[in-house]
């Protein structure tokens, strides 16, 4: 009776190998589902586009570009320049070859002035059209920063997707060496397998534990690359979504024509060609006159600390007046001459002009007192400035060289970069195919050994062996099939623009 219940243990095994191995292989090839928090593609980009560190810095190169345009306009429109200032000097004479200047009264005082200048050239034109340049060529950066970005997070994004598709197939390998260790057991228990045979098993049941662990830890961690792509901090439970989008098919002429139109970096180099051009211009306008405008206006107000001192001084002055006055027309009528002893005795200092030095000292510190304005025009012609105008020019048209050889230079490396990538994707797609012809193979080769070995005609090193071979195929299937994406996007990175 014990034999039919050890036929009964192997047969149970066997069933159980043959329903786990089926569908665990065919599990393999269906992608996984997503579920919880999906991250799609396109949300990953989306994302990036608001986030990522590297693109907000080339963004703000943006403000900058603006800041010279408006500083080249400006160089059309005067500069107007104001100042305001006040002093203190003590009432003190200051004496110059032994005459004294100055009043002896301490005084305050302020003063305000106006002034607008404006400078026309040819060289200021050029050099506003080259600014300008200059700000097309930094949209045409922010454009390929945008576009390297977009390229870092879609290889990113299925460096994830191809670890948690290998992370899939290392679970589904482990089901498999997991019963393959159960049947041994179950061999060796009926008596038509050996101990040898249970170990292999348990080694490659616990390799195969090892190399699921450190797979799903791969996954996680491409996950965490990715977030870190994006530029933001990672969101657990998160799931990508495997179902990418199909590559079109395309033509590498189009594809060409489109790259030298679309791409960014071409772009750039081209619009910093054009600045350079307008640089060479802007110095050749050396040899041209340039008109200079000039208008000021300022005024001024002071105040005498010791205002008591001022009407002292004019009430002597005042009497002083009066007593020459009555001197002079005395000795008149002393020479009987028609005199006016009567108006001498009108010259007084009286209350009013007082009140008008108080009154006088009131107007600081904003009462001004306006000097006479000024308004000039000039017209300047440089006629040698030891030879730095030549300097400049020839500088310049290094420079426009420079610019025309990195312009023609990055549009032989886009027409080799899409090239490349375009053949790379064709090579990528043909390689698919042949994987998944090998995938066939291997897949076949399994169940027919799995089959041999049920029935006893092969030992579990050639099963393991044909698990190995199959496992070798399917990942070979995955990276070929996650390098077609990478070609894709390789492509899309050289063009500079979305293909899909």
Do not use: W
């Not at 100042?83 to 032994?98: D, K, M, N, W």
């Not at 305000?112 to 930094?138: F, I, M, P, W, Y």
């Amino acid at each position: 009776m014990r034999l039919p219940v050890r036929f009964h243990v192997l047969a149970l095994a066997i069933g159980c190998l043959a329903g786990v191995m089926t569908p665990a292989v065919a599990h393999a090839q269906a992608p996984a589902t997503a579920q919880g928090n999906v991250l799609t593609l396109a949300d990953a980009l989306t994302l990036a586009r608001r986030s990522n560190p590297t693109l907000a810095n080339s963004v703000n190169a943006r403000r900058n570009a603006a800041a010279n345009v408006r500083a080249a306009n400006g160089a059309f429109l005067p500069s107007v320049n104001t100042s305001f200032g006040g002093g203190y000097r003590e009432g003190r004479q200051t004496f110059f070859q032994g005459q004294g200047f100055g009043s002896t009264n301490d005084q305050l005082s302020t003063d305000a002035s106006a002034s607008a200048n404006l400078n026309l050239s040819l060289g200021a034109l050029n050099d506003r059209r080259a600014v300008k340049a200059e700000q097309e060529a930094t949209e045409s950066d922010i454009a390929a920063a945008e576009v390297a970005v977009r390229n870092n997070v879609i290889n990113q994004y299925l460096t994830a997707l191809q670890a948690q598709a290998n992370a899939v197939l290392q679970d589904t390998l482990l089901v498999t060496t997991t019963a393959q260790l159960q049947l041994a057991r179950a061999r060796l228990q009926v008596g038509s397998g050996t101990q040898l045979d249970v170990q292999r098993a348990e080694v490659a049941d616990g390799q195969q534990r090892v190399a699921q662990l450190r797979a799903r830890n791969t996954a996680q961690v491409e996950v965490v690359r990715l977030f870190q792509q994006i530029g933001i901090d990672p969101v657990p439970g998160t799931t990508l979504d495997p179902n990418l989008p199909a590559t079109p098919s395309l033509e590498l002429p189009s594809v060409l024509d489109m790259a030298k139109r679309a791409n960014p970096t071409l772009g750039a180099l081209k619009m910093r060609e054009e600045s350079a051009r307008r640089q060479l211009t802007s110095a050749k306008s050396g040899y041209y006159p340039s008109l200079g405008l000039q208008a000021g206006v300022s005024a001024f107000t002071n105040r005498f600390l010791n205002t008591n001192t001022l009407i002292t001084t004019a009430r002597n002055s005042a009497a002083s007046q009066r007593a020459g006055c009555i001197r002079s027309e005395e000795v008149r009528a002393r020479l009987q001459l028609a005199n006016n002893l009567a108006a001498c005795e009108n010259i007084a200092f009286t209350p009013a002009q007082e009140q008008s030095i108080r009154d006088a000292q009131g107007q600081y510190p904003f009462d001004f007192t306006r000097n006479p304005y000024s308004v000039s025009a000039s017209l300047s012609l440089p006629l040698f400035n030891g030879f730095r105008r030549e300097q400049q020019i020839e500088q310049a048209q290094v420079q426009r060289r420079n610019a025309e050889n990195n312009t023609r230079g990055q549009e032989l490396r886009v027409t080799a970069d899409v090239t490349a990538a375009y053949l790379q994707l064709n090579t990528a797609q043909q390689t698919v195919a042949l994987q998944e012809q090998n995938v066939r193979t291997a897949r076949t080769a399994l169940s027919l050994a799995q089959e041999r070995y049920r029935v006893g005609a092969i030992n579990l090193v050639e099963l393991v062996q044909a698990r190995g071979d199959f496992e070798r195929a399917e990942t070979d299937r995955i990276t070929a099939v996650y390098d077609v994406q990478r070609a894709f996007a390789a492509l899309e990175n050289a063009v500079g623009r979305p293909l899909r």
